[in-house]
């Protein structure tokens, strides 16, 4: 690829504060030498290759297991192979769940096995497994209502009715079946629970993901059921006849372990500048390879800022970071938090919802910064990206240090497809499109290349808003 | 339903051979008539419930079996309450092979677990696994002339490359990887064999399915990766170190049980008329709920003839047969064929590719019959059929007595996605579309309306023209 230096790029419309950035580029120069890089990224192949390495040679990365571990030792080797400096690991120490054996299975009154997997911390049934009847109920909200003697000694079955939606909004609503679920119904003396999976598929792979119980709740067994088994649950009951079910878990707590972050940067000409932090999580969940869970938002991010790298030293440091341990708690980011908060953190940006193309562009900065936003709006939008707002929130990655007070941007990705794989083993590589990849590389890279070169102070924004 | 006789109904361009029947109702009379039975199919609910009720209150019902033995009870019971007359149960005795416990994952260089399942007959790998080094072929032809030095003691992985086709006739030719690779890899000393799923889906659910072990080569173990599963191995074979993998498989063969048909007439107005045979498979595979395969065919093919029941006796008997054990070797049509090779069969005809819509109308019947498949395809015509070709090949279920010269229809389905689901956990209810499904039930109902009145000789035809 043709480099050049994008130094020059974002200083027209500079500030007063700008200082010694040359003025003479006018605005339309600038945006064509974004625009350039931008449509250069569209051929971009260093994405895929990522994605396709990471998930291949790795395939999943449990958080605090030896599979974490190679993939950090993965992503040092290709961090430096691609010409990043300062590559290391920054550890820290974590709880480690892992799953174990998993059974289900409907003894009367129509005997046949379930697909089922269970959920984060879920507590082991006893090692022949556990029988008891399902009680039902539709939502969190009527097994919060229900009379604990109704509960007691069952296995609590929790549906929801979670549908498809382009901002992903509907994964807050149906989550809580999955993140409260299990607390509740250990706090009425649940002997299990069974939850439909937080999905949209209509497939045999049931989504795993994390709960913690609280309030002193005693752990159960937890397992979400494929869609299709929780309809088929939905279909037994429905005949009215009391249905029992047998569950065999076996996962277990093996203590404190090691996980860690992996950092990178481009170094910055002005150290006084401050650092933008982009990023994804390395760690997936066990079932799947995590490749759109978050092999690519770790891909994309790192081939966007090569592709700003190799366009010529920016202003600013960018620094690439690969969280470990999200899935399970988002340790890396409050790891990443602690290690980090004293240093000048001029803007923090995640990619953590696959790789669709991202649709909309949102951002929360400084009033004083919103034409620099602008700036970046007008060369998204030939890739069919729309302004958003100034109310963006941050990832589980970011958000520990960035609710300090960090301005925050938001490519959002399309997620109508999201969660027909999320945390299932169908979270694989052929799951992730190459040219939608690519636009997300060429979204980031107009992003940075803008950010990475104009002094324009982005913040401080209004601490805690980031969720 | 307002039903009215339709023995008049088909009665136009009789043969002389036509005996008693009335001549007085026109061509276009007759032909609203089938008309208007065919269009109240068009919001039939008995094919859905039947489906939903077997793979609802059954489930798997794998040949052999309890469970099969509980959907033959169940068959039973459903086809009496619909009305059918001779409702009975036809047994026989075969060979039972059975599931166990089934794992795989790549040893080195990459470690990491696989989703596969054993094909049918396949043997069992010893209680703990065993550990081999991967030998990879292409295609069956490779398989076959490969030095047996390159193989012995090794796992073989065997792929294709199989693409949807809505005649399904890309089965055929991929298909042999399964019903002749693991002979193959026997015979040269192989210690086990792993194909790519014969499907077309991009999920990690395997494709199981039969395959014998022929010409006297030990059962060796047989499974079939997930195609996510087998292109991840391709990826990791492509790296061109050695690849060692571990399986562990321990289904069994459990000797002879017993399976059945379960059989149903609509008894006709002339005994000498002869008999109509229409059905679809009972068994199933055991991944699944086998509601595609084939649930739906014996749920289309069983309201189309309740549908002609209850519009009037009809001049030929209607038999409905459920076949059992087909998957495993098409034990039931063989019984079939043997119990009832004394009988007048006019014609037999057979629903097992799924319940996506009829697209094309194929005979195989003696010329001088023509005019009444072209009656009953100008009739099929406004439901989007084409009338295909008089070369029409039968299903396992029929052929073994369709082979001796009996006439046979196929009122084939689109065949786009159905192996995306054949054979695998995800051959679920949630996959039956009620409106194609509706559709189905017109056309059988259609073409019964016809055949089942019309006393013209549709036969013979050549020997062994079915397969």
């Known amino acids: 690829?043709?480099?050049?230096?994008?130094?020059?790029?974002?200083?027209?419309?500079?500030?007063?504060?700008?200082?010694?950035?040359?003025?003479?580029?006018?605005?339309?120069?600038?945006?064509?030498?974004?625009?350039?890089?931008?449509?250069?990224?569209?051929?971009?192949?260093?994405?895929?290759?990522?994605?396709?390495?990471?998930?291949?040679?790795?395939?999943?990365?449990?958080?605090?297991?030896?599979?974490?571990?190679?993939?950090?030792?993965?992503?040092?080797?290709?961090?430096?192979?691609?010409?990043?400096?300062?590559?290391?690991?920054?550890?820290?120490?974590?709880?480690?769940?892992?799953?174990g054996e998993e059974r289900g299975e409907i003894l009367s009154p129509f005997p046949q096995k379930l697909s089922l997997t269970a959920l984060g911390n879920s507590g082991a049934t006893p090692p022949a497994g556990l029988d008891a009847e399902i009680v039902a109920f539709p939502s969190i909200e009527a097994l919060r209502a229900a009379d604990p003697a109704a509960v007691r000694g069952r296995i609590v079955y929790l549906t929801h009715a979670m549908l498809p939606t382009q901002d992903g909004s509907s994964y807050g609503a149906s989550g809580i079946v999955r993140r409260q679920g299990p607390t509740v119904a250990s706090q009425k003396g649940a002997a299990a629970i069974v939850i439909r999976s937080i999905g949209t598929d209509?497939?045999?792979?049931?989504?795993?993901?994390?709960?913690?119980?609280?309030?002193?709740?005693?752990?159960?067994?937890?397992?979400?059921?494929?869609?299709?088994?929780?309809?088929?649950?939905?279909?037994?009951?429905?005949?009215?006849?009391?249905?029992?079910?047998?569950?065999?878990?076996?996962?277990?707590?093996?203590?404190?372990?090691?996980?860690?972050?992996?950092?990178?940067e481009v170094p910055g000409r002005d150290p006084k500048a401050g650092i933008v932090v982009v990023g994804g999580h390395l760690d997936s969940w066990d079932l799947g390879t995590g490749a759109i869970d978050d092999a690519t938002g770790i891909a994309i991010t790192t081939a966007a800022a090569k592709r700003v790298m190799d366009a010529g030293r920016p202003l600013r440091t960018i620094r690439v970071v690969w969280f470990g341990a999200e899935e399970v708690g988002a340790f890396g980011g409050i790891a990443y938090a602690k290690a980090h908060a004293g240093e000048k953190h001029v803007l923090m940006a995640e990619s953590d919802f696959g790789a669709d193309r991202v649709w909309k562009f949102d951002t929360k900065v400084a009033p004083g910064a919103l034409p620099v936003m602008d700036r970046i709006a007008t060369a998204l939008a030939p890739l069919g990206i729309a302004r958003g707002d100034n109310l963006a929130s941050g990832g589980s990655d970011i958000t520990p240090?960035?609710?300090?007070?960090?301005?925050?941007?938001?490519?959002?990705?399309?997620?109508?497809?999201?969660f027909d794989l999320h945390h299932t083993p169908d979270d694989t590589l052929d799951k992730v499109d190459p040219i939608q990849l690519r636009q997300n590389v060429a979204a980031w890279t107009t992003m940075l290349a803008v950010v990475a070169n104009d002094p324009t102070e982005l913040g401080p924004v209004e601490k805690g808003g980031a969720e």
């Not at 600038?30 to 449509?39: F, I, N, P, S």
């Not at 300090?404 to 938001?410: D, F, K």
């Open 202 to 264: 209509h497939h045999r792979t049931p989504h795993t993901g994390v709960q913690m119980f609280a309030d002193g709740a005693a752990p159960i067994p937890a397992a979400a059921l494929s869609i299709p088994d929780a309809e088929q649950l939905d279909r037994i009951l429905k005949r009215g006849r009391p249905v029992r079910m047998r569950l065999l878990l076996t996962p277990r707590q093996t203590g404190m372990r090691q996980s860690g972050n992996v950092v990178a």
């Open 401 to 418: 240090l960035a609710a300090t007070g960090i301005p925050i941007v938001s490519l959002r990705q399309d997620g109508t497809r999201y």
């Open 1 to 99: 690829m043709k480099t050049f230096p994008i130094a020059l790029l974002c200083a027209a419309a500079l500030p007063a504060t700008a200082g010694a950035q040359p003025r003479s580029l006018d605005p339309v120069a600038a945006l064509r030498q974004v625009a350039a890089l931008r449509d250069a990224a569209l051929t971009d192949d260093v994405a895929y290759a990522i994605t396709e390495g990471l998930t291949t040679e790795v395939g999943q990365r449990l958080a605090g297991t030896d599979a974490e571990a190679r993939a950090r030792d993965w992503g040092v080797a290709r961090l430096k192979a691609l010409g990043f400096r300062n590559v290391h690991i920054e550890t820290y120490d974590m709880p480690v769940w892992v799953r």
